[in-house]
């Protein structure tokens, strides 16, 4: 069995369905393969509409041998999806060997649930469950699949096979290889005897009960995450890492981490669609709601990836969006993370999907416009991405009004700068006795904040604090940030403040040195503060020190922002470059040659 487009059936049987008038006014429409039939067959089939099954019951012997006589009759699969309440909710005919079920995804259905549907189909070749039938029963999040086996001489019904989705937990998962079918033993029609409501309802239990178990404090959403690399497998796992403290700082539980390597990205699923229907199968046994790939997804491969899910897909730079979305406070933090988020999802509105707008509204969720919404939804979206950027402009005018004021009454501007989570407010915090948010999770701070800082000789300096930045920063972002970043240009002295108990950590100074080079402030004098030094042992240091050294960094400092103690040296090195603001010239402007040999290191 496969699940097929969209139906849209034609009446009178133009080879993808038919509709009937059955009992008066109703239509009842017979899906998939109905060309060829006679009418008086077409009639028949159409009649199975009329069944009903007891609620406890898969199916009735009676539903069992009409179906399995139409096959053998039709030689073509003959299936019916039943509700909870026992009726026939959709009638389909096949071929001989498979039929294709009417693709419903669309109509959600809550994390929690199955899809309150069943499917009973025949067999014509006395073949057990398929891999396309069970394949089905997963993507589908079917109530149960089950296949009545037509006796080839008599047309009677055989056997019935069936199998329903075992829900886990991620542990139960990898503990146990865990299989997610239970298969019933083949009987008769009339000797199945197992109560299908109590079977579904105790599962439905399960289920809502691992997703609760699974529910970390304050979480909202739970999410696969997936990697897909063609490079080696130790950057895919730190990326992994780190896309893991990002679901966390948008109050996502992590479910599973799936990592694929692979010789080539698949253009259209983007791991292979074997992979991709595996990690499915393991969302839905989960109960996860959504999926994120660490990689930027084309809007094509959002588009197939989604119609092979009712998940929802979002990537890492939608992800960073969203935080930037929870985070934001200032009037102007709202408008450039709502443009970036326009830009970002403009060309990506799919059909079905959620709109640009009900997103935003809802942080990251819910189920949107149809066909006729998206042309106007793209409208509505350039229209306000061009008011933003209007208004965006105005402020950036007042912001460089601010900034010429500054910069008259002649005192140097010190910014800190660094990759998200390093310690920057930290640091502010403990310069000038402020208290500015700080937090565990990465993009605390978006809005910069400026205070004053007297330095030992006197001076007194402006001290900037500024949104952190990260590896594959989305270009959308930068782009409408680009007034918050602005501020950074005035600079008269960079702190670009490194976690060093982060063992990647020179990888994340290429990647905010990188940024700072393609921003233009390449040549801005920098001061490198290695910060978070209570967490290492002396050794790690020296070993930093060493390798900051051999790329030619003389400008370096070593602190721990929660111990004021070792503050001094900062501040002297400080007093001592604004003095004399050429001591800080050794400083590379580093080259895309010598970023790459940093990153060998
Ligand atoms: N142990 C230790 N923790 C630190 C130090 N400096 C900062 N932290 C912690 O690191 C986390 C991040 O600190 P923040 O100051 O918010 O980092 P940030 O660079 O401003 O981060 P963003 O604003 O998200 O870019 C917080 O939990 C801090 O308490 C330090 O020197 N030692
Ligand atoms: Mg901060």
Redesign the pocket.
């Known amino acids: 069995m496969r699940i097929s487009a969209p139906a849209v059936c034609c009446a009178g049987g133009c080879g993808s369905g038919s509709s009937f008038f059955l009992g008066g006014s109703t239509i009842s429409q017979i899906y998939g393969h109905t060309g060829g039939l006679k009418p008086s067959q077409q009639r028949r089939v159409a009649k199975l509409y009329e069944r009903r099954v007891a609620p406890q019951q898969i199916v009735t012997p009676e539903l069992a041998r009409q179906l399995a006589e139409l096959s053998h009759e039709t030689r073509r699969q003959i299936g019916v999806l039943v509700d909870r309440k026992g009726r026939v909710e959709y009638v389909i005919v096949g071929d001989a060997h498979r039929i294709e079920l009417p693709d419903f995804r669309r109509m959600r259905t809550s994390p929690e649930r199955f899809r309150g549907l069943r499917c009973i189909h025949t067999h014509l070749h006395a073949e057990p469950l398929t891999q396309d039938d069970l394949t089905d029963l997963a993507l589908l999040r079917l109530d149960l699949m089950a296949a009545i086996v037509v006796d080839g001489q008599t047309g009677l019904p055989t056997v019935v096979y069936a199998a329903h989705l075992l829900p886990a937990t991620a542990h139960q998962l990898r503990e146990a290889h865990r299989s997610p079918y239970v298969f019933l033993e083949p009987r008769p029609p009339s000797q199945l005897n197992l109560d299908f409501l109590a079977l579904i309802s105790s599962l439905e239990e399960e289920m809502a009960r691992n997703r609760r178990a699974a529910r970390q404090a304050g979480t909202e959403e739970r999410a696969i995450l997936i990697g897909v690399t063609t490079g080696p497998l130790s950057e895919a796992e730190e990326s992994m890492a780190e896309l893991r403290e990002l679901a966390a700082s948008a109050n996502i539980a992590v479910l599973d981490c799936v990592i694929q390597r692979r010789s080539a990205i698949d253009p259209h699923t983007v791991l292979g669609r074997g992979k991709l229907e595996e990690v499915l199968i393991r969302a839905m046994q989960l109960g996860a709601d959504l999926i994120i790939f660490d990689r930027e997804l084309q809007p094509a491969q959002v588009r197939s990836i989604s119609e092979a899910t009712d998940l929802k897909v979002i990537d890492r730079a939608q992800l960073i969006l969203d935080i930037f979305a929870q985070r934001a406070q200032s009037r102007e933090g709202k408008i450039q993370v709502e443009l970036a988020q326009l830009r970002y999802r403009l060309p990506r509105l799919v059909v079905g999907q959620d709109s640009a707008f009900s997103r935003l509204a809802g942080g990251i969720g819910g189920r949107g416009p149809g066909e006729t919404k998206l042309e106007t939804d793209r409208r509505r979206v350039r229209d306000r991405i061009n008011r933003l950027e209007r208004e965006i402009e105005l402020l950036r005018e007042r912001r460089q009004e601010r900034r010429k004021q500054r910069i008259r009454r002649h005192r140097p501007i010190v910014s800190l700068v660094?990759?998200?989570?390093?310690?920057?407010?930290?640091?502010l915090?403990a310069l000038t006795a402020s208290d500015v948010?700080?937090?565990?999770?990465?993009?605390?701070?978006l809005d910069p904040t400026a205070r004053r800082l007297r330095l030992p000789r006197e001076r007194e300096v402006i001290i900037n604090?500024t949104?952190?930045f990260i590896r594959d920063l989305p270009p959308d972002l930068i782009a409408a940030f680009r007034a918050t970043l602005e501020e950074i240009r005035d600079s008269d002295l960079l702190l670009h403040?490194v976690?060093v108990?982060d063992e990647g950590w020179p990888r994340r100074f290429e990647a905010v040195e990188r940024i700072l080079r393609e921003l233009g402030f390449a040549t801005i004098p920098r001061l490198t503060v290695f910060?978070?030094?209570?967490?290492v042992d002396p050794a790690s240091i020296a070993a930093a020190e060493r390798q900051i050294e051999a790329c030619g960094v003389r400008a370096h400092v070593f602190?721990?922002?929660?111990?004021r103690k070792t503050l001094d040296p900062l501040l002297a090195r400080l007093d001592e470059a604004l003095a004399h603001e050429d001591s800080l010239c050794g400083q590379p402007d580093w080259s895309a040659a010598e970023l790459a040999a940093m990153r060998k290191i």
């Not at 660094?418 to 640091?427: E, H, I, P, Q, W």
């Not at 948010?437 to 701070?445: D, G, I, L, Q, Y």
């Not at 910060?531 to 967490?535: C, I, M, P, Q, S």
């Open positions: 660094g990759y998200t989570n390093a310690g920057k407010s930290t640091l915090n948010h700080v937090e565990r999770r990465m993009f605390a701070t604090d949104v952190g403040v976690d108990s910060n978070k030094t209570d967490l602190v721990s922002a929660i111990d």
